[in-house]
């Protein structure tokens, strides 16, 4: 992958992964504010402000290398803090703090596919170079937000401690049994790391992933990741 590529790829990247990662943490806070802790309020952390939820490594470092060696995008965001003792009830309302982070990747891969369609009803105007190199533009960016928010949304719902799949199936599961589950949680980053470490990752995600971008690109008639008719790379 030549700088050219590269510098194509980060401008591409940029607006969908910031969107992805920023309202993904601020959804957990504004839910858990909503259901009686406001530890991320208070903090700062129920907001668009992308440098309040960035981890340096997880954010920037990490998915870029990951990409370029694997093709597969793998990181993680500053994690929101919540006092899971100040929730009215506390089994529903960590359920629904968790889940709100994948919910809100699927909303924005959904209306990302929105943007999408507007795309393609837009690419038969006609227009200059300039024109068409913003639509060209706007095209793989949607594209790339269905991706990437769709990522997210699978990975956060491995029912892996601490991602929120695994707080998800923690509150589903009998106390009794959740218990012994949450013990898992100091040794679910190495879990990850060891599945990204064998090829396994990409494995389990790719076909989910594959399937929701497939849904999503059904919904608005869109073909997933192809060129527009007549166009090109900008």
Do not use: C
Not at 80 to 101: C, E, M, Q, W
Not at 192 to 201: C, V
Not at 212 to 233: D, R
């Amino acid at each position: 992958m030549n700088i050219n590529a590269v510098m194509q790829f980060i401008a591409v990247a940029f607006i969908p992964l910031i969107f992805a990662i920023t309202l993904h943490e601020a959804a957990h806070g504004w839910v858990a504010s909503k259901l009686g802790d406001s530890t991320a309020l208070m903090l700062g952390r129920v907001t668009l402000n992308p440098a309040k939820h960035i981890d340096p490594i997880g954010t920037i470092l990490l998915p870029i290398i990951t990409l370029l060696l694997s093709g597969f995008m793998f990181g993680w965001a500053k994690p929101v803090p919540v006092n899971y003792h100040n929730l009215k009830k506390l089994r529903r309302d960590t359920f629904l703090v968790s889940i709100a982070g994948p919910a809100s990747n699927l909303l924005m891969a959904v209306l990302w596919g929105g943007v999408a369609k507007l795309v393609t009803v837009f690419a038969t105007a006609n227009g200059g170079p300039t024109f068409k190199t913003v639509i060209t533009f706007l095209h793989y960016t949607s594209q790339f937000g269905i991706f990437i928010n769709s990522i997210f949304m699978v990975l956060n719902l491995l029912p892996i401690p601490p991602l929120d799949g695994g707080r998800i199936l923690s509150a589903l599961l009998p106390p009794s049994i959740s218990h012994f589950y949450d013990k898992i949680e100091p040794f679910g980053i190495w879990i990850l790391i060891a599945l990204l470490a064998f090829g396994l990752l990409g494995l389990i995600l790719l076909p989910l992933v594959q399937s929701t971008t497939l849904l999503i690109s059904k919904m608005y008639g869109l073909t997933p990741f192809h060129l527009l008719p007549a166009q090109q790379p900008y």
